[in-house]
């Protein structure tokens, strides 16, 4: 399976990316957690230890490795440079593995955003559509709400986007928007995680204001997700109960794969 997970920061898609690599690495699954959001907190919510954290340098600030593949120096104007680097090699080599997952940090493109045309995207792209199209194991792409490094290539081949809402009207549109853009780059699977939630009367808000989007979790507030980024750990030991409701999550994408 490759799973795409979005949603407005702060809305706890980087959470549910969490618990969903951890669930499926405690079964047994060979997994691959890929961090694809500027705000790049994926690997403290999987209770990476310091220093496996700080050796996860991002794929977007390794100059060296974007000239020797793309032929330009990061920053550099458009121009002449390979749009199609090699980069099979990357996710073995610059990946941090921890408890049965590989962690690897995409990082963010300066000036100009991930879809700009510079060697930095060139790269980036390449390398999200090789782990999309050839990587063997369950991949997690916490990514933000914008989607712009999964292009048309690779778009039939994730199994689902899950957009991360919580209970506000913000949250909604942006889980519209992420709708919208997965349609125009031909993803058809867009399924809904809810978090954050405190009562029914917050469910039944999500669900009225969804449209027709399948609703495959709902996660109620815990204290214990704050609690675990403060201790270090990760929110899968210190959340069960949002772990056992990411088990059925999980479930539910696995019939969505078939």
Not at 83 to 100: E, K, T, Y
Not at 190 to 217: C, H, M, Q, Y
């Amino acid at each position: 399976m490759k799973i795409a997970v979005a949603g407005k920061g702060g809305s706890g898609k980087t959470t549910f990316s969490a618990l969903l690599a951890h669930h499926f690495a405690s079964g047994g699954r060979e997994v691959a957690a890929i961090d694809a959001d500027p705000a790049g907190s994926l690997a403290h919510a999987l209770g990476l230890p310091p220093d496996l954290a700080e050796r996860a340098v991002p794929i977007a600030e390794m100059g060296d490795l974007i000239e020797e593949r793309t032929g330009a120096k990061p920053g550099a104007a458009p121009g002449l440079f390979r749009l199609n680097p090699r980069v099979d090699d990357i996710p073995a080599r610059f990946s941090i593995l921890h408890r049965g997952i590989r962690f690897l940090r995409l990082g963010t493109i300066r000036g100009g955003g991930a879809g700009c045309m510079c060697p930095e995207s060139a790269l980036l792209r390449a390398l999200v559509a090789h782990l999309v199209l050839y990587e063997r194991q369950i991949l997690i792409l916490d990514m933000e709400a914008g989607l712009e490094h999964l292009g048309r290539a690779t778009a039939r081949a994730v199994t689902a986007i899950v957009a991360v809402v919580e209970p506000d009207r913000r949250s909604i549109a942006t889980a519209r928007q992420i709708e919208r853009l997965a349609g125009e780059i031909g993803i058809a699977r867009v399924v809904l995680a809810a978090n954050k939630v405190r009562s029914d009367a917050e469910i039944e808000f999500i669900r009225t204001n969804t449209g027709e989007l399948p609703l495959i979790a709902i996660l109620p507030y815990d204290v214990a997700v704050p609690q675990a980024d403060r201790d270090g750990v990760a929110v899968f030991d210190a959340a069960p109960a949002l772990a056992g409701r990411v088990r059925e999550a999980a479930a539910r994408l696995e019939e969505v794969a078939r």
